[in-house]
């Protein structure tokens, strides 16, 4: 069982996503709704998740900009990216984060990759 | 006719901006062409110098091409003049030093006005920019429509109590739905592919088929699909891009289509 920040724009999205992680157990600690604000987040909260599900395109700050903020502040931090836009992958990679998903995706690749990222820690 | 005469009419009768600078930025010559097109009077041409016809930002350049001592001549120079009432003129040009007894006395610039083109080169770059704003918006937001109704049924397909052909139809509701993802995904790539390079690599034709198979016979689940090719792994390879795959998906996707075989063998 692992714990979420879920940061995308997309506010029906977070739903979905906090219904799909119930069914394997995991919590979801935090949602907001573009890069600054989880910078903010991770920043300020005393409960830091296990993994961040980071959303590239987003008003404010973009996802990769957003992760290079917050391995700053934590490297230990494990960001796992699900976008819409392919091109950022490698991007994304640069920046630290530990996987990119393109959406959309099953649950089940969603399940695999957070299981993955969940060994890493 | 006297040759002089020639060059005279030549330079007074094209549409063409030619000038005599002076290396002080005065002009000893300016022709017809400059006049109408910046709009000064035959009483004002001794008013005028690189300081007046040229835009604030484009003089330093000018000053500088005309004060280099130089027998070369500097082409394909685009600058902007501007006219009497201030209005942007875009042009490109050709100076040509012109020498007496040794010493540079002047150079002699030839100006083409290309301010169509480049309103044309600002128009085109604001559509392009447009377009591709809008499939930003578009592949971001149907992007995120697309994976709620994925997970929704996704959601329904974990219901044991379903009945098999109920599961059968979620299951054709979610390839239709990564079929759209894929359409909207290459429209995507079209457009990117019309603005930049491809980038080129060296690929394997036998593992670009076997992407491009295995993509097409996802999208239809319910028919099996054969492959039968004499291409070998390791022996044939092309250079192109990532989009031979989609080159190979979408043959596939097309035979797989149209044919109505349940076991298809291609």
Not at chain 1, 85 to 105: C, H, N, Q, R, W
Request: aromatic share 6%; proline share 2%; glycine share 6%.
């Amino acid at each position: 069982m692992g714990t979420f920040l879920i940061v995308d724009d997309d506010e029906s999205l977070h739903k979905v996503l906090v219904r799909v992680l119930k069914l394997e157990g995991h919590k979801v600690v935090g949602s907001v709704y573009n890069g600054s604000e989880a910078v903010e987040f991770i920043r300020n909260s005393k409960t830091k998740p296990d993994i961040i599900l980071m959303d590239h395109r987003m008003p404010v700050m973009d996802g990769t900009t957003a992760t290079r903020e917050i391995l700053a502040l934590d490297s230990t931090q494990r960001i796992l990216f699900i976008s819409a836009d392919e091109t950022a992958e490698s991007e994304a990679l640069k920046a630290g984060a530990v996987g990119f998903l393109l959406k959309p995706i099953r649950s089940a690749d969603l399940f695999r990759a957070v299981k993955s990222c969940l060994g890493e820690k | 006719m006297d040759p002089m005469q020639i060059a005279w009419h030549l330079m007074e009768g094209t549409n063409d901006i030619i000038t005599s600078i002076n290396k002080d930025g005065t002009f000893s010559y300016v022709n017809r062409a400059l006049m109408e097109k910046l709009h000064y009077s035959e009483s004002e041409i001794d008013t005028l110098s690189i300081g007046t016809i040229f835009f604030p930002g484009e003089q330093k350049k000018i000053k500088a091409i005309v004060t280099k001592d130089t027998h070369e001549i500097i082409s394909d120079v685009q600058t902007i003049m501007v006219t009497k009432e201030g209005e942007m003129l875009h042009v490109e040009g050709a100076f040509s030093p012109f020498f007496e007894g040794g010493k540079k006395v002047s150079t002699i610039a030839l100006f083409r006005d290309i301010s169509k083109q480049k309103k044309m080169e600002e128009d085109l770059e604001r559509e392009r920019n447009q377009t591709e704003f809008l499939i930003d918006i578009m592949t971001h937001d149907l992007a995120n429509i697309h994976q709620e109704i994925i997970s929704m049924l996704d959601f329904l397909i974990l219901n044991e109590d379903l009945p098999n052909e109920t599961v059968g139809i979620i299951k054709e509701g979610i390839s239709e739905i990564e079929r759209a993802t894929r359409l909207i995904s290459s429209v995507r790539k079209i457009s990117i592919v019309s603005k930049a390079l491809p980038d080129l690599q060296c690929m394997d034709i036998s593992l670009a088929l076997l992407r491009g198979a295995i993509q097409a016979r996802l999208a239809f689940p319910e028919k099996t699909l054969k492959l039968v090719t004499d291409v070998e792994h390791g022996e044939y390879f092309v250079v192109a891009d990532e989009y031979l795959v989609d080159i190979f998906y979408s043959l596939l996707h097309n035979s797989l289509k149209h044919s109505k075989k349940k076991d298809v063998t291609i």
